[in-house]
């Protein structure tokens, strides 16, 4: 899991600057050529095989020991005091992470499938796929904006305790270091949910276009 997840959060890492570059607010001509070399560029595409296994991986993984977690306690502590020792987030690693499943399967039907398979309707001045307008379409609906948001409130949770826990699962812990790899965690989990959370909010209000 700490390996899969590590590669995940270095896709959020390229991800979330590829499309902060909405943000320059130019009708999405920079973030359509990013969008197209992510799409071309055949490294980039043979990684996408990799991404896609890695996260279908860690979900596995994930659930799989949520499920062995359960198993080996069929009968409950009578008391059990969790706040003692652990964040709530990092006991609900398994329900953070299939809202994070769900919103996966919304994400990647919106955006993914339609760049990949089913075409993007309309073109910009470079003759690139409208990947840009296809944003805004879909962040006209205030639902979906809301779904998204709440989404990185997930986002924001899971990152919070994976990043440091993905440090500890590969042996890259030391009483020297540990206070700084939580430190960068804290703030790349905030700061990545806030930035992607932004976008459809941003689009909505018409704050870019
Ligand atoms: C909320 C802001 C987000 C926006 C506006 C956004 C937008 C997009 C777009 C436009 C694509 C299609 C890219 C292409 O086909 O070239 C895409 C793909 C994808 N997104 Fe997001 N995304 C967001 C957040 C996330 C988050 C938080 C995750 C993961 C937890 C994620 C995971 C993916 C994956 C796995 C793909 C498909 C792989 C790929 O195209 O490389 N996205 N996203």
Known sequence: ?????????????????INSLIFLNDGGVTFNI???FMGTNWIIRASEIILFAGLILHAYQGLRLTFQNQAARPVKYAYHDGQSNSKWYSRSMGLLGTLLLI???VHISKFWVASRFTGIPTEDVNGNHDLFALM????QNPILVAFYVLSMFS???????GFKSAFQT?????????GIIKGIGVWYSIL????????P?????????
């Open 1 to 17: 899991m700490g390996i899969t997840g590590l590669f995940l959060i270095l896709f959020l890492i390229v991800h979330c600057f």
């Open 34 to 36: 990013g969008a197209h």
């Open 103 to 105: 919103f996966l399967i």
């Open 136 to 139: 805004v379409v879909t962040f």
């Open 155 to 161: 986002l924001a949770y899971h990152l919070l305790h």
């Open 170 to 178: 590969l042996g890259w812990n030391h009483k020297k270091y540990n």
């Open 192 to 199: 990545i949910s806030l930035i992607f959370a932004a976008m």
């Open 201 to 209: 909010l941003a689009i909505y209000f018409r704050l870019i276009h």
